[in-house]
């Protein structure tokens, strides 16, 4: 749900949103370690919203480094440059962001 705001002040109106998430990954093993190099995008975008500025919501661009802790466990470090559209300014957001992480498989 997306929250309205009118004149810097939040509205008590609430709006029903629809995101599309596209992943695509790419995983590289480094030999016989438990280490894997991992990069991906992921784009997001809004299906309320096609044909105008609000239609674009992020792009996560990143690369990260896994290690295996058991056969469904992953510790990652991960740097992500993350682009995202802020509606109410009407600017792209452009952040560099670091994660540290643990990963279960289920």
Partial sequence: FLQQVQNDKKMH???TRHRLRYRFELGYPLG???YVIMAGNEI???LNDV???RFFDQNRI?????????GT???QL???RLVQWRAA???LENNNVFRLGIQKQL
Avoid: A, D
């Fill in 13 to 15: 109106f609430f709006e």
């Fill in 32 to 34: 016989n370690h438990p």
């Fill in 44 to 46: 997001m975008v809004n």
């Fill in 51 to 53: 044909g105008n500025p």
């Fill in 62 to 70: 990143y690369l990260s480094v896994n290690r295996k802790l058991s």
């Fill in 73 to 75: 466990t992953f510790f």
């Fill in 78 to 80: 991960q740097y992500m």
């Fill in 89 to 91: 300014v009407k600017e």
